[in-house]
């Protein structure tokens, strides 16, 4: 399979517990984005990476929250003593820059139930 | 915040009827749109994009159109299929296409239902 991959699919974590999420873009795309989804609701997004530097993060990216993409490649998402408030279903998309369209190929989500 | 959304939440149709759901946005700035299908349990899946300096774009099965003055996206379905089932998303991105493609706002969505 060359699309984007998550794991793990489903996490359930007391609150105050740490977090990390992992996605594997589809090889040759160079942007890679994060975004959280809610029941009922479309995707939030919280930030991108062009290669490994990452060039934008939303507001809704809270100090609990870090993603990396240190080798322009993989990249994990991090979240410190989550909350209720965090679960959600975390997607990861990734694109080629200079494509001829905005297409971002969605992974299947990783999503995290906080209790 | 978010200036995309959408008029209905949910759209029952029947099979092999068109199907048209509907999107407005506020922000004069957004310069390109995309029409997202999402199936339980899976991730968003592009289906057709439109640049703001167009006002139609036709796909296989799939037409939007887009009208400035205002501010309002459709996505029409020929001959919808029960496969069609879905949650359906536009999603708008404002300003530079260059530097900031990618950070797309995404509305509510509407869950289309096709009968047998």
């Known amino acids: 399979d060359t699309g984007v991959s998550q794991n793990p699919r489903h996490k359930i974590t007391k609150r105050g517990q740490n977090v990390t999420f992992r996605c594997d873009p589809i090889?040759?795309?160079?942007?890679l984005y994060w975004y959280r989804q809610t029941l009922g609701q479309g995707p939030e997004f919280l930030t991108y990476?062009?290669?490994?530097?990452?060039?934008?993060k939303s507001r809704l990216l809270s100090d609990r929250f870090s993603a990396e993409r240190p080798k322009g490649s993989f990249s994990t998402l991090e979240i410190q003593r989550t909350e209720q408030g965090d679960s959600a279903m975390y997607l990861c998309a990734s694109s080629l820059r200079g494509a001829n369209t905005g297409e971002l190929f969605f992974g299947e989500g990783s999503r995290l139930t906080v209790l | 915040g978010e200036s995309v959304g959408l008029h209905l939440p949910t759209l029952s149709v029947q099979e092999g009827d068109n199907s048209i759901i509907n999107c407005a946005y506020s922000?004069?700035?957004?310069?390109?749109f995309i029409w997202y299908k999402q199936e339980s349990g899976k991730g968003p899946q592009f289906i057709i994009d439109i640049r703001s300096n167009m006002d139609k774009r036709q796909g296989q099965r799939v037409t939007v159109l887009l009208n400035k003055t205002v501010k309002h996206l459709s996505l029409q379905i020929a001959a919808t299929q029960p496969g069609d089932s879905a949650v359906y998303f536009c999603?708008?991105?404002?300003?530079?296409?260059?530097?900031?493609?990618?950070?797309?706002?995404f509305g509510r969505g509407t869950q289309l239902t096709v009968w047998p």
């Open positions: 922000n004069s700035a957004s310069d390109y």
């Open positions: 090889s040759e795309h160079n942007r």
């Open positions: 999603a708008e991105n404002i300003g530079d296409r260059g530097s900031t493609l990618g950070r797309l706002y």
């Open positions: 990476f062009q290669n490994e530097a990452q060039l934008e």
